[in-house]
Every structure is written in structure tokens, then in C-alpha cells.
């Protein structure tokens, strides 16, 4: 029912900057939960940052918490992360994810965008 294509991602240097963005395809989007996650080679999924459907609150991993930021603009339908100070194990696949209204767990994934930090 959602589709989430996530763009931004790419090649930066230790210390960089780079702004993730997330698509979703309905209006209803404003009423979910979002959320980035990320997957390193050879790791298990790991959760990053999370922002209430109306933005009023927002979390993140310890690993990231002062360098990461999740905002959102639902007149867009889009989710971003804005990742500051990047460091080499920062490197992995971002997927945003939504979750619909009365559930815990995302129920919908995007496809992933490739980060990786050069030392």
C-alpha cells in the first residue's frame, strides 16, 4: 500500500556531510511514524532515528545522537536525514521505513541507499 523510495546517498569523506531523503507514495503519510535504519556488510539491521507522525518528537541511536537529524515534511510526503560528521563505520545501507498508526514495528521498507565514508 506504501511504497518508500529512499535518494541521497553516495560516496563522502570522514568529517562530511549528506542529506538522505524519503518518498512516500500517499497522502495518508502524514499519519505514520517514520524511521531510518541501516545495515552494514556482515552486521544485522540497526535502528537510527525515528520521528512522530507529526514531528513533535524525534530519537536516535546513541551511535549517531548529535550528528544525525530526522525532520519531515508531510505537505511532501517525504522524510530526510540530514548526517553530519561522518565517520568511516557509518558506512551502510540506509533504509527509511513507516509505521502505520497503533503499531510498534515498521510495516513498510524502502529498497536502501548506499553511504560510505572514506577514511
Known amino acids: 500500500q506504501v511504497q518508500l523510495v529512499e535518494s541521497g546517498g553516495g560516496l563522502v569523506q570522514a568529517g562530511g556531510s549528506l542529506r538522505l531523503s524519503c518518498a512516500a507514495s500517499r497522502r495518508t503519510f502524514s499519519s505514520y511514524g517514520m524511521g531510518w535504519f541501516r545495515q552494514a556488510p556482515g552486521r544485522e539491521r540497526e535502528f537510527v532515528a525515528t520521528?512522530?507522525?507529526?514531528?513533535?518528537?524525534?530519537y536516535y541511536a546513541d551511535s549517531v545522537k548529535g550528528r544525525f537529524t530526522i525532520s519531515r515534511d508531510n505537505a511532501k510526503n517525504t522524510v530526510y536525514l540530514h548526517l553530519n560528521s561522518l565517520k568511516p563505520e557509518d558506512t551502510a545501507v540506509y533504509y527509511c521505513?513507516?509505521?502505520?498508526?497503533?503499531?510498534?514495528?515498521?510495516?513498510?521498507w524502502g529498497q536502501g541507499t548506499q553511504v560510505t565514508v572514506s577514511s
Open positions: 520521528i512522530r507522525w507529526n514531528g513533535a518528537s524525534t
Open positions: 521505513a513507516a509505521t502505520s498508526p497503533g503499531q510498534r514495528l515498521p510495516d513498510y
